[in-house]
Structures are given as structure tokens and as C-alpha cells.
């Protein structure tokens, strides 16, 4: 729903994101000669970077002019981008589902990484990677599984090393809505986490296509299919050597039959130091990505625990904060307010109660309302009968009082009489002389007026929140 101004960017960025997927999904499959996989890595991460997956499509990856492809994706940087593209897209595919799945669960947050980062590997390495390679070059899937591993390795690493982080710290920030799959701003953290870890993840993917670990972008154009080239033109054979994108690749790749699968063959070149400090290097920005967050937030919190609360600006919260505590400190939610009191309205209004049996009976409301504190500043608040204070009571001695209190708030409360001498199920302490009354119950008050003078009467359940918020009222 949308009630705080990130939301109506939300609203615009996610627009923007479906209608760049829409157009590359009909750009890949129209005029693009590069193999399925790539095609679905490239929709996968414009639905989730947005604009930013579409400029590096333009950038990067779209055939500028029939035939020229094989030229156009030559250079390193376009290749690192390619690298990139698919392992983001499998990597990050795994990560957003698990993250959707253990929120609804409600695991804590720590959980929810060491999960979230398992899925991505596992979506990576044996979908997109593996699947990659051998579409690419055929040969038993197995193989593949086994020779990507340690390339998905690094840059699964790497990506999460960014992502982790944005996830962690915006989840449990100031607007918790974030920790909610239910929630745009879920989204619009994953989609954050993802351009994260593509950044990080870029330089580490040009180092392995520059050292032949991994592919980068190549070209598929199969006889008779829409991209070969047998009608259009020979293209220049020259940049073979410089990127295994200038490549012919049969229609017999996607069944190891393709004769010349051999051309994709790679070698690395890399040593085993390089090897392993790469590796290293990563792992240990993995550790930092997933642990230096937990020095700064409660990672121990899972979304049920505080899914969904906004805190106040200002508000502190550490590592150890405990839920009950940023549950009780929480804003009002915005979703809640009920009704927009005008800018001039004034508490305390006089009620005037209807006469039942010589009785007087009030009517009271409990709800959350938007209320100008001054002219230009509105706060949102708990208020009996949409005003602050409540409406006065006016009763002398020997009234016999009857006062329905409904409460239309989103928790429990209760009205205690502050200062009168009442029967004890009638004084309002929750838990202690009644049970509090629930969202949307109702409860009645009856007593005889015992007292002059100028008494004030407000909620005694949560009182320290809940009369912050608003809810109390003078009987004179
Ligand atoms: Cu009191």
C-alpha cells in the first residue's frame, strides 16, 4: 500500500523495471543471436536492476546491426558484463525466492542468509552456470556442475558480499514494511541487493573471462535460424582469437555433437596462487558482507517477530535491541489512520450525553487519526472521538454514568478513571481489575459519580505508548 513517499518511487521504478524486461524479452528472442540461456539471464536482470539491466543490454549486449555481434561483444568489459549477467541471474533468482520463502517462514535474518546464499549458489551452479556451459559445449551436465563450480564459486561469493549487507541493513532499519514479501519495499531492498551484487561481482567476473575461467557473451547463430548469417554476410574471422564470441556455433551445440564445440573449449590460464587468492579474497568479503551488518542490527529478528512496524525517525536500534522493545517503540503505522482531522480542530470538546433511564450515556472511540499539532505539522495518533485531548465529561456528584468505549484501535486497550472512586471492574487497569478490550471490541463503563472536581480519565493498557499517542481526556 502506499503510504510513505519511497512507495510512490517504488510504484514508478518497478513500472519502469516491467515494461525494460518486457522490451529485451522481445529484443533477445527478435534480434538477438546469442543462446537461450544468456537471453534469460539478460530478462532475468532487467526485472530486477530496472533501467540499469536495460542500459547494459543497450550497452553491452544488443546487436547493434545484423551481423555484427561477434564484434560488437569483442571488447572485455562487454564480456565481464555478459560473465556477470549470468551468474546475477541465476544467483540472484535463488536469492529473492529463498528470501520470499523465509520471511513467510519467519526464520531470523541470519537464517534467512546462510539460506538465501545456499539457494543462489545452488540456482547459480545448476541452472544458469552448468546449464550454460552446456548448452555452450555440451558434454555430460556433471562435467559442467564440476568445472563451473569453483567460477560460481567466486562470483556467487562476491554478489553476495554486496547484496547481504543492503538486505540486512535496510530490512532492519527504520521502515521494517522492508522484511515483508507482502510489502513493495520487499522488493525494491532485493532489487537494491541485486545491483549491489552486481557491482561487486563485476570485477571479479572480467578476471575470470580475461583468464578464460568462465564465458563471457557469445554468439549462437544456427543454420537456417533467423540469425544466420549465410544470407546477410561473412563476418570478419579476425577477433577469433580475442573472444570466444566470434564463434560460429553449430546447431549441434545444445547435444555435444557440435563439431565445432571445440572452439569453446576453454583453458584457463590462470595459476593456482591467483586461483586461490581470488577465492580467498572473496570468501572473506562473503564473511564480512554476512557479519559486519550484525554489529549494527538485530539479525536474530525474523519478520514475524517485527515484520511490517515503521520506527520513528531518530529511533536507535543495535545488534541487541530485542523485538518486544522495537515493537513497543514502534510509529503508527500509517495504514492505520482512519481519519484526517482539519488543520484548526481542537481536543477537549465538550460531549454531550444522551439521558437513558436518568442515566448519562457517552459514546467514546478509540482510533488512530492524523492530528495537526500546528497550522503545517500533523502527527499520526491514538484519539478518543478523533480529538486530543478527548472530549470533556461533564458530571457532578451522584450522576449515575454509563460510557460504551469502542475501540477501533489496532491493539488492546482500556479507560481508566483517574482519581475516582469506582467499582473495581470499572477503574480500567488491563489485566488487572478487567480484560483489555480487543481491536474492534467494546466495553462498558457504569458508575455513580462519587466526586467533585476536575479529574482526567485515559487508557491503562500500554499507557506509556498509548497515552503518548493521544489517548486521554479531562471529566470535569
Ligand atoms: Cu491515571
Not at 533477445?28 to 546469442?34: A, T
Not at 555435444?256 to 590462470?270: S, V
Amino acid at each position: 500500500m502506499l503510504i510513505q513517499p519511497i512507495d510512490y518511487f517504488l510504484v514508478a521504478w518497478f513500472a519502469v523495471a516491467i515494461l525494460s524486461t518486457i522490451w529485451v524479452g522481445w529484443d533477445q528472442f527478435r534480434n538477438n543471436p546469442e543462446p537461450a540461456v544468456m537471453k534469460w539471464g539478460f530478462i532475468l536482470v532487467t526485472l530486477y536492476m530496472g533501467p540499469l539491466g536495460l542500459l547494459l543490454y543497450v550497452l553491452a549486449d544488443k546487436e547493434p546491426r545484423p551481423g555484427t555481434q561477434e564484434q560488437f561483444t569483442v571488447s572485455l568489459w562487454k564480456q565481464g558484463v555478459g560473465s556477470t549477467i549470468h551468474c546475477v541471474a541465476g544467483d540472484a533468482t535463488g536469492i529473492i525466492l529463498a528470501a520470499a520463502i523465509t520471511a513467510a517462514l519467519g526464520l531470523p535474518m541470519r537464517i534467512d542468509l546462510i539460506v538465501e546464499y545456499l539457494a543462489g549458489f545452488a540456482c547459480g551452479l545448476f541452472i544458469f552456470q552448468s546449464l550454460f556451459m552446456k548448452e555452450m559445449m555440451g558434454g555430460r551436465y556433471r562435467d559442467n556442475v564440476r568445472k563451473t563450480f569453483l567460477p560460481e564459486l567466486i562470483s556467487m561469493n562476491a554478489m553476495m558480499a554486496g547484496m547481504a549487507p543492503v538486505m540486512s541493513f535496510l530490512m532492519m532499519g527504520r521502515d521494517m514494511r522492508a522484511m515483508v514479501p507482502t510489502e513493495l519495499l520487499f522488493w525494491g531492498v532485493m532489487s537494491l541487493g541485486v545491483i549491489a551484487g552486481f557491482a561487486v561481482a563485476y570485477p571479479v567476473n572480467v578476471w575470470m573471462v580475461e583468464r578464460k575461467l568462465k564465458h563471457g557473451l557469445m554468439t549462437e547463430r544456427k543454420p537456417g535460424s533467423r540469425f544466420d548469417l549465410q544470407h546477410v554476410h561473412a563476418y570478419d574471422q579476425r577477433d577469433h582469437q580475442a573472444s570466444h564470441s566470434a564463434e560460429h556455433h553449430g546447431a549441434g551445440g545444445a547435444t555435444g555433437h557440435d563439431p565445432g564445440g571445440k572452439h569453446h573449449e576453454m583453458t584457463t590460464d590462470a595459476t593456482r596462487p591467483q586461483l586461490a587468492a581470488v577465492t580467498g579474497v572473496t570468501a572473506l568479503m562473503l564473511l564480512a558482507g554476512l557479519i559486519v551488518p550484525g554489529f549494527y542490527v538485530n539479525l536474530s529478528l525474523s519478520a514475524h517477530d517485527v515484520g511490517g512496524r515503521i520506527m520513528p525517525r531518530g529511533m536507535i536500534m543495535d545488534f541487541d535491541t530485542p523485538a518486544a522493545a522495537m515493537r513497543d517503540m514502534a510509529a503508527i503505522h500509517p495504514r492505520h489512520v482512519s481519519f484526517h482531522a482539519a488543520p484548526g480542530a481542537r481536543g477537549d470538546q465538550a460531549l454531550a450525553p444522551r439521558i437513558e433511564n436518568g442515566t448519562k450515556v457517552f459514546d467514546i472511540e478509540a482510533a488512530v487519526i492524523r492530528w495537526h499539532i500546528l497550522d503545517d505539522v500533523h502527527v499520526d495518533a491514538y484519539a478518543f472521538n478523533r480529538q486530543i485531548p478527548g472530549p470533556r465529561l461533564r458530571l457532578v456528584e451522584g450522576d449515575r454514568v454509563r460510557i460504551n468505549v469502542r475501540n477501533l484501535l489496532p491493539e488492546s486497550t482500556t479507560v481508566h478513571w483517574h482519581g475516582l472512586v469506582v467499582p473495581n471492574e470499572m477503574d480500567g487497569p488491563a489485566e488487572i481489575t478487567q480484560a483489555p478490550i480487543p481491536p474492534g471490541g467494546t466495553y462498558v463503563y457504569e458508575y455513580t459519580v462519587q466526586q467533585l472536581g476536575t479529574f482526567f480519565y485515559h487508557t491503562h493498557d500500554h499507557a506509556d505508548r498509548q497515552q503518548t499517542f493521544g489517548l486521554y481526556g479531562a471529566r470535569s
